[in-house]
């Protein structure tokens, strides 16, 4: 289970959001108009706060290629490329276990298209998972305000079997029948933890609580 | 100890670069002109082809203010700033363990000025290290050739009494008294991993074996 702070030991600054937060009790998120990624990114936060994980976001990669260093100023960059990410966007570590993890959200109601994701994103899940990470998508169905943690070996055989069978896409159904879905809260926004502990719960008992 | 994969299973891409390599075999990695930072990717791409750990280096974080869409091309960033970085530069898994590190060189030879690290990032080690994370710094003294592996336990105590009672740097002496130093060999250029294998077996026989 996720050791949620008690007041008491509550970092301060965790504290006065969440005195923040309780202003916004009656607005939903999708009211708020948070995206996942931003739901994310605040559950991070309060985690990290809280002392329960430490789980940060990677900066986009840039390729620089002219950067001017005006006089008494900050340096500027003047010229820049975006790059395609080798990794996944969040990664992390919580008691021990190392996480990786993809957030996307879609707009569909009944299905999530696998073209969302990168051969080079499913292909670092697949490297992680053999070094015995926690991996998984984090998939939101953005309309039906439905959050899901699809571990990353469900992930994978949806991919091999769109290449190898051209399903280009998860089911809701398929989805929820091989993920853990968390519930939007308010503090923390996703409490995704939630699912990773079920996650590693599982992997207890597959190699004999090792 | 690191598992080194033999002739026949590393992948193809390892085995065509250790061929390249093995024309440099005469040269050290001095004359190579290689940097700390080039060391550790090189090691880290091969620790990644023969499935050996999976890390990388962090993007540096920019903030983007003003990107250009030219028709018919890519994006192009034309204003944007460097941001201070809230992490390490490293992370990533071996073997079920989350890794965390910060790669520093320095010209000196016979101390570490603590000035290198940033506050923010023995914050971090701090905060991966209660996580149960592995953390340390890979401390490069590059004109004595000689790289060290050292806990971030250490460097934290380091940080406190240089903020407690004023000593502003580790001593080479003190280093080699409290880190595992590795070899700059050829391939991979730094196999800090053996260093790794020992904080492991180190923290192994602190909790029982746990």
Redesign the interface.
Known sequence: MVKYPTGSVMPLRAAQRQGEKALLKKASFSDRGMTLEQQINESNQYY?DA?I??V?K?????QIVKVDYPKRS?????????RQ???TDY????????L?FEAKETRNKTSFPLKNFHEHQIL?LE??L????ICFALIGFMTLERYFVTPASFLIQAWQNWKAAGKSSMTLAEIEANSFEIKSGFWPALPYLEAVDRIIADRKQEHGNK
């Open positions: 990290l002392g994980a430490v940060h990677k900066p986009t990669p840039i900050r340096a500027v960059i003047r010229e820049a490329y975006f990410a080798s990794t990664n992390g570590v919580y008691q021990g276990y190392y990786d670092h490297q992680c053999d070094q015995e990470g």
